[in-house]
Every structure is written in structure tokens, then in C-alpha cells.
């Protein structure tokens, strides 16, 4: 960094900086011996000209290729989406270049966390029971249940709502109208609601909008989703609630799961709507089964495990411009340390991969891989041209608006999380991962379709960088949440478990950051802590159907 932490330079070739903070019209910079004078003002997060641009030029960023001029633009002019626009350079495998030299591991070489052992030799960090509908038509039911399940067993949230709500409605009926109205504050509590089973970390439900009406090829995906959601190392059990006349037959889920692994015995309970008497008989022998099914599971006890037994996927939203500088870097970082003692961990969203695919590919290790990740990454952005789309139309206002103009720009910084150490493995969506090491996965860009696809190829931690503010998680993957600066952490303490602002501010180094990180991870993973998306119940799952998302 320099003229004290005011701007920074990413890497050496790159001809624009990153404003650290809100820089003036007429401020002078000094970078390399170059003396600049910003000839606009320079939001935070935002980038900078080093040189007078002519149109089509080559804008650097990360090292690599991530725009073009799109008129000639000054020196010390602010970048926008309207003198720059999305390029990357062409990719292709030139055989495995990585000379990967792996961080220090030495104090956590020998640290384990307690989870919870699987039969199959895999180890979750949570113990949860899940209830999965092979149809939309279902969901009903299980939102009824988990009502009845929730309250009773001591997995709902405590909110303030209701009790503003009811101050609302008690003033109407007394006075015909809310405009004079304060609703009194609401008040924090530590008080904890009691548990009947404290080996069950809770009762999460699978709920979408699939299952029938859309293609076979849709049931098909989802039958697979489904499958490795119930064969995943955090769930300790599964209630499948169908119809009995979708898409999505049972059996072929059965088929699945058995597909996926020959030695499943979790307990399974499966009660379909169309051979019960009524509905009341279908929810109340579900609930029945189910709670014996959790006395069943309550029995797993968490036991210590080696770091080789985790598996973290990474992912970022409501990227700023603070992300591939902060909060991604210092979780590759982690990546990089989970990796060397013998874990695995998954870089997915492959649209936000677009214009860092050549430095994954070279950090490939088997040509067959980088050809698979080249096919999926080709495909997958020809389906998005073919209806007016594109990996570079992937930033959103929001990204733009703190400083992400191209998607480029976007990607180098995003691939920073899957840290610097070979691919092992390319997966399509719902592949499982079986290589220690890093993996590459294919899914969306979109928060929730991202995290719903990584636990599926088998996360059992999801680290989820935001410069923004995201409020999301994942029903059977405990989501620790990263804000890319302190301001956010600050603003949105309720969502924010980790803070790497001070890597923006120069309190704290990359390796710091991702050391405390890694530590964090091994807490959760423990179950010692409970991350905020958890805490909140944000358990948002949502089926990718392999069609045109970013």
C-alpha cells in the first residue's frame, strides 16, 4: 500500500488502483516514482487510471486482462461501466505450471475438531434430521410440520415481531389509527430456548418448486440434489413426504441415494400423500416416525476428528470492491492451510470464474480436468449468449455501484478464495468431491443456488464472503459470513461473524486474517460456536435446473 493506505496496487503490472477510501478531485497520488492527479473524484472501492487510456485499450487488473477503454479516458479518471467494458483473454491447457509451495501449518498440525463420525468413515460438523419433499405440492405440509416440530423442540427463532405486531394491533383497537405510534424497542436476550435433543443441532426442511411439471431432465437434476443432501456427513436422518403421482417418483430418489452410496443406513422415513387416509394421518404418522427417528439420532455423540475430515466450499456475494482484496484472499489463504493438512475445499459460481480460467488451468493438475472445466465453462456461457446473456453481463447494480465494472474484475478477485494450491478435481453440479485438495465446481453465480450446490457436492462448512451485507445460509451446511470491510460488520452486526477490515485499514496481513479464520472454522465445526445465519435459521435452499442463471 501507500500515501498511507489511501490507494492500493493489487499487482505490479496493473495499470489502475483501488481507492482505500473517498479520494477528491485534484488530490495528488504518487505511485512507482508517477506523480497523479486525480482528474474526478474517487469513491472508495473504486479504480483509477495510472496512464492516459486510448479506446481499446487493455485494462489490467490482478495481473490479467479485465476490460477495454471504451473511449480514451485520462489519467487519474474515475473507471465506470461507461469507459470501460468486460474482456478476458483466451484460455487453453499448456500443461500443469503450478509450483505451489504450501503455508506453515505448524499450529495446526496437530488440532481436531469434534464432529459427528458417519458410518462411512465421513465426519459432519452438525448432526441434523432433514424432511425432504420429492414434489412443490408437499411443501405445505412440511410448513405445518416444521411449525409444530420448531416450536415444541426448541429449534425456532425468538423473534420481537410478534410482539411489536400485537402493540400495533392493541393501539388500532383503541385508537382507529397507527400515525401517532412508536413500537417500544426491542430488547436483546441471552435467554436460550431448551432443546429436548441436544445431539440434534436441528430439524431443517427442504422446501422448492420442483419435482413436476418442468422436464424429466429438471426431475432428474433434482433426484440427484436430493440424493446427496440426504446422504450428506451433516445429516443424521431424512422424512421424504411425497404426492405420489410427480415427476420425481421415490424410487428413483431411492435409486440415487444408493448410487451415490452403496452404504447408506442413515435412517430414512418415506410417507406418500395419495396412499394416506387424509392429510391429518399423513402429518401425524410423520411426526410420529420422526421424533423416534430423533431419539435414534440424539444417541451420536461429537467426537474429535482430524482438519483432513473437513470439507469448506467458499463463496462470495454482494461482492464489492473490497473483496478481492480483504475478505476472498484471507479465505484462500485458510483454503490454502486446509488444503496443505490434508482437507478439501470448493471454489464453485463458474461465472464469476470468467476471465481467471487460464490461472486455473494451470494450476490444474490433470489434463482430463482442465478439459472438463473448459467444457462446462463454454457450455454454460454459450446457453447464457444463446438468450441474449453472457458470463459478462454477471455484475450486478450493486457490484457495480461499489466498484466490480467488469465481470473480469469481478472473477479475479472471486477466484482469490479457492487460495493458490493445484485443482485436484473439476464436478459438475452435484458431483461429489472424493480428492482431498481443491475442486472445482459448476454452479451458478446466485447466492443461494451457489451454497445449495456446494454442500451438495459435499461441504461441510460454507465460508461466505460479503462486502455488501448477504442474509443467507444453508440448511445443512453452517454458514460463517466475512465482511470484506469494518463499516458493514459494524452496520450489520446480526448477519456478520468475521471482519477483515483490517487488512483495508493495515492493522492486519492476509495470513492473519486467514489464520483467525481457519481457527473460527475449527469452533464451528465443533459445534463451540453457532454462526449467525444458523442462529437466525436462514436456511435457504434452492435447486439449480441447469438452465440460464448468473
Not at 122 to 134: D, E, K, L, M, Q
Request: hydrophobic content about 40%.
Amino acid at each position: 500500500m501507500n500515501e498511507k493506505s489511501k490507494v492500493i496496487s493489487i499487482h505490479p503490472s496493473d495499470n489502475v488502483l483501488v481507492a482505500l477510501e473517498d479520494l477528491s478531485a485534484g488530490s495528488v497520488i504518487t505511485h512507482q516514482g508517477i506523480t497523479i492527479t486525480l482528474v474526478e473524484d474517487i469513491p472508495a472501492k473504486h479504480k483509477f487510471f495510472l496512464q492516459d487510456m486510448p479506446a481499446g485499450n487493455s485494462v489490467i487488473m490482478y495481473g490479467v486482462l479485465v476490460g477495454k477503454t471504451l473511449q480514451a479516458t485520462s489519467c487519474g479518471s474515475l473507471m465506470t461501466v461507461n469507459n470501460t467494458a468486460h474482456a478476458a483473454a483466451p484460455y487453453g491447457w499448456k500443461g500443469d505450471a503450478n509450483k505451489w509451495v504450501p503455508p506453515d501449518v505448524t499450529q495446526f498440525t496437530n488440532r481436531t475438531f469434534t464432529g459427528y463420525h458417519r458410518s462411512d468413515g465421513r465426519v459432519g460438523t452438525a448432526n441434523y434430521w432433514i424432511f425432504i419433499p420429492t414434489v412443490f405440492c408437499e411443501n405445505r405440509n412440511l410448513d405445518v410440520i416444521r411449525e409444530a416440530l420448531h416450536d415444541q423442540l426448541g429449534y425456532s427463532v425468538t423473534h420481537p415481531y410478534r410482539h411489536q405486531t400485537r402493540q400495533l394491533v392493541d393501539h388500532f383497537i383503541q385508537q382507529g389509527n397507527v400515525d401517532d405510534f412508536e413500537l417500544s424497542p426491542v430488547i436483546a436476550t441471552d435467554k436460550k430456548v431448551r432443546r429436548l435433543f441436544k445431539n440434534v443441532d436441528g430439524i431443517k426442511f427442504l422446501n422448492h418448486q420442483g419435482g413436476c411439471g418442468g422436464t424429466r431432465q429438471d426431475a432428474a437434476t433434482l433426484s440427484s440434489l436430493l440424493a446427496a443432501y440426504a446422504d450428506h456427513p451433516n445429516v443424521g436422518g431424512i422424512t421424504l413426504l411425497s404426492l405420489g403421482c410427480q415427476h420425481l417418483q421415490v424410487d428413483q430418489l431411492l435409486t440415487d441415494i444408493r448410487k451415490r452410496n452403496s452404504a447408506f443406513d442413515k435412517p430414512l422415513l418415506v410417507f406418500e400423500q395419495q396412499q394416506s387416509h387424509s392429510e391429518e394421518q399423513l402429518i401425524g404418522d410423520a411426526i410420529l416416525a420422526t421424533f423416534k427417528g430423533l431419539i435414534a439420532i440424539n444417541q451420536m455423540e461429537r467426537k474429535p476428528a482430524p482438519l483432513s475430515q473437513l470439507c469448506i466450499g467458499v463463496k462470495c456475494g454482494g461482492s464489492d470492491g473490497f473483496s478481492g482484496i480483504s475478505a476472498n484472499p484471507a479465505v484462500g489463504y485458510c483454503a490454502d492451510l486446509l488444503v496443505a493438512l490434508g482437507g478439501k475445499v470448493l471454489l464453485a459460481e463458474f461465472p464469476e470464474l470468467c476471465g481467471a480460467e487460464q490461472q486455473l488451468i494451470d494450476r490444474t493438475i490433470e489434463k482430463s480436468h482442465a478439459e472438463k472445466f473448459i467444457q462446462l465453462m463454454e457450455e454454460y456461457n454459450h446457453a447464457a449468449q444463446r438468450v441474449g446473456s453472457g458470463f459478462d453481463m454477471n455484475p450486478s447494480p450493486g457490484n457495480i455501484r461499489d466498484g466490480l465494472i467488469t465481470d473480469a474484475m469481478k472473477s479475479n478477485g472471486a477466484a482469490l478464495k479457492g487460495g493458490t494450491s493445484p485443482v485436484v478435481d473439476v464436478l459438475d453440479y452435484t458431483e461429489q468431491a472424493t480428492r482431498p485438495g481443491l475442486s472445482l465446481v459448476c454452479t451458478p453465480g446466485n447466492d443461494v443456488e451457489a451454497t445449495t450446490g456446494k454442500a451438495a457436492s459435499g461441504a461441510t462448512l460454507i465460508l461466505f464472503t460479503t462486502g455488501l451485507g448477504t442474509p443467507t445460509g444453508n440448511p445443512v451446511c453452517p454458514t460463517i459470513k466475512i465482511s470484506t470491510h469494518s463499516a458493514l460488520a459494524r452496520r450489520m452486526p446480526d448477519l456478520i461473524d468475521i471482519d477483515t477490515g483490517g487488512i483495508i485499514s493495515g492493522e492486519k496481513t492476509i495470513q492473519q486474517m486467514g489464520e483467525e479464520i481457519m481457527e473460527f472454522c475449527i469452533q464451528v465445526a465443533s459445534g463451540n460456536i453457532l454462526p449467525k445465519a444458523v442462529l437466525l435459521n436462514q436456511d435457504d435452499f434452492i435447486p439449480w435446473k441447469r438452465g440460464v442463471s448468473l
